[in-house]
C-alpha cells in the first residue's frame, strides 16, 4: 500500500513537513454521526464517498467497479492491477469512515456472530471430549502408532479447548493494580507453553516408531486388522468434517473460531492420514504404520512450531499491519484544526492486542487545557477502535528533539 505516500499527505509518514492549511481539515468531533447507535448497519463504499470530510482528495483515486473491469481487460497484467486497486479502495473507504463507524461496525459484527461463535465453540468443546474416547479407544484397542498419533492429538484439542476458555475467563479477572496491562498476554503465554508441551509428546510417538522399525522382527509383512478402530476413526474424520463446514464461515468473525477453524481443517488431514496409515499397515506392509505415524507427529510438531514462532512475535512486540497504521495517521492528522504535525505513530502488539504510541505537535501557545482536551479525545477515539488494547497520546510544540523513549550509548 502506497497510497498516502502517493498523495499530498506523504510528509504525515515522514515525521516532518506542515499540513494543508487547518481550514481545509475538518475535526472528526465535530461530525455528526449520519448512522444511529442503536441501528448500526454497515456503511457502504458509496455513502462513505459523498458524506465525509476528505482533505486530501483521496476519494479522486477511488476506482469505480467499471474501471476496475476496464484495468483486468487492458493488458496482460490486469488482474493484478485490479487487486491492487481494490485493495486502495478499500484503504480508502477505510481511511475516510470515522472511528465511532469503525467501532460500532465491529460491534455490530460482533453481535450479528455472537450465538454462531457460541455454537461453533462450545459444538467443538464437545464434540472434541467425544472423539477423544474414540480415537483413544481406537488407538489402545488396534496397538496402532498411527492411530495412537490421531489420538493424542485428540486428547491435546480438548486439552487446548479448556485451557483457552479457562485463561479466558482469568484473563477478565486479574486485579489491574497488580497487572495494570491487564491479562491479554495470559492466552498468548498458555499457547506457548501448550505448544512446548504437545511437541514433547509427540517426540515420544516418533521415538517409540523409530523403535519398532529398528527392532521390528522379520517374517511379518503385515499388522493385524482391526476395524472397530478404523470406524471409531472413520466416525471421527465426519464429525470433524462437519465442524470445519460450519467454521469455515464463520472463521473471520472471532479468533477463537479461527483457532478452531484451522484445528479442524489440521485433524482432517491427520485423521484421514493416519486411518490410511493404518489400514496400509495391516493391508500392505508392516512398516506403513510407525511411518505414518512418524510423518503425522513431525507435521504437529511443525505446525505449533509455527504456531508458537508466531505467539513469540506478539510478546516480543511486533508492529501492527501497515494498513492500520496508514489509519492510525490519517486519523491523527484529521481528527483537530490544532494538530499541526504528526511526529511519530507507533502501534504494536502486546500480547493479541495493540498498543498505540502517537506524538502530535500543536502550536507552543495553545493553551495548556486545549492541549490536554485535544490529546485525551483522541486518546479516547483509538482506544475504542478495534484490537485496540491502550493509546498514548503525546502532545509537543516542535520536531527538532530527539525522538522519545530512545537511548543512546
Known amino acids: 500500500m502506497v497510497l ?55 476519494r479522486n483515486a477511488f476506482k469505480s467497479d467499471a474501471d476496475l473491469a476496464n484495468l483486468r481487460k487492458r493488458t496482460k497484467r490486469g488482474k493484478r492491477l485490479e487487486e491492487y486497486h481494490r485493495r486502495q479502495n478499500e484503504l480508502i473507504t477505510s481511511l475516510l469512515k470515522s472511528m465511532d463507524e469503525h467501532t460500532q461496525e465491529a460491534r455490530v459484527e460482533e453481535e450479528a456472530t455472537r450465538l454462531p461463535v457460541k455454537i461453533a465453540i462450545w459444538a467443538s468443546l464437545l464434540a472434541n471430549f467425544s472423539l477423544c474416547i474414540l480415537q483413544m479407544y481406537a488407538a489402545i484397542s ?91 476413526v472413520g466416525a ?8 470445519f463446514l460450519y467454521c469455515l464461515s464463520l472463521r473471520h468473525a472471532s479468533s477463537q473460531v479461527h483457532v478452531l477453524w484451522e484445528d479442524h481443517r489440521n485433524d482432517l488431514f491427520i485423521n484421514g492420514f493416519g486411518l490410511l496409515m493404518s489400514a496400509g499397515g495391516s493391508k500392505l506392509r508392516w512398516y506403513l504404520d510407525p511411518m ?32 492500520f497504521m496508514q489509519l492510525l495517521v490519517y486519523k ?26 502517537v506524538d502530535v505537535v500543536m502550536d507552543a501557545n495553545t493553551p495548556l487545557w486545549k492541549a490536554h482536551d485535544i490529546s485525551q479525545q483522541l486518546q479516547d477515539k483509538i482506544e475504542v477502535l478495534p484490537n485496540v488494547e491502550r493509546a498514548f497520546v503525546h502532545v509537543d510544540h516542535e520536531t527538532t528533539h530527539t525522538p522519545e523513549h530512545r537511548k543512546y550509548q
Open 236 to 243: 471421527a474424520l465426519g464429525v470433524k468434517f462437519m465442524l
Open 142 to 232: 488396534s496397538l496402532s502408532l498411527s492411530l495412537l498419533a490421531t489420538g493424542i492429538d485428540s486428547v491435546f484439542d480438548i486439552g487446548s479447548n479448556i485451557l483457552l476458555v479457562w485463561l479466558h475467563k482469568k484473563a477478565a479477572k486479574m486485579d489491574s493494580n497488580k497487572w495494570p496491562v491487564g491479562g491479554s498476554r495470559l492466552e498468548t503465554i498458555g499457547n506457548i507453553v501448550y505448544g512446548f508441551l504437545m511437541g514433547s509428546v509427540n517426540l515420544v510417538v516418533i521415538v517409540e516408531s523409530a523403535r519398532s522399525i529398528i527392532t521390528h522382527k522379520s517374517g511379518d509383512d503385515t499388522n493385524d486388522l482391526h476395524i472397530p478402530s478404523l470406524i471409531a
Open 332 to 357: 491523527a492528522a484529521t481528527f483537530s484544526d490544532e494538530i499541526e504535525k504528526i511526529d511519530t505513530v507507533r502501534a504494536y502488539h502486546s500480547g493479541p492486542e495493540y498498543f498505540v504510541e
Open 4 to 58: 498516502i505516500k502517493d498523495s499530498e499527505a506523504y510528509m504525515l509518514a515522514s515525521r516532518s513537513g506542515p499540513l494543508p492549511p487547518s481550514s481545509s481539515l475538518e475535526s472528526e468531533r465535530t461530525v455528526p454521526d449520519p448512522t444511529p447507535h442503536k441501528d448500526v448497519e454497515r456503511s457502504t463504499d458509496e455513502s462513505v464517498l459523498t458524506t465525509r470530510p476528505d482533505p486530501y482528495s483521496f
Open 292 to 323: 505414518g505415524a512418524i510423518i503425522i507427529t513431525a507435521g504437529v510438531i511443525a505446525a505449533w512450531g509455527r504456531t508458537i514462532y508466531k505467539q513469540f512475535e506478539l510478546l516480543a512486540g511486533k508492529s501492527a499491519p501497515h494498513e
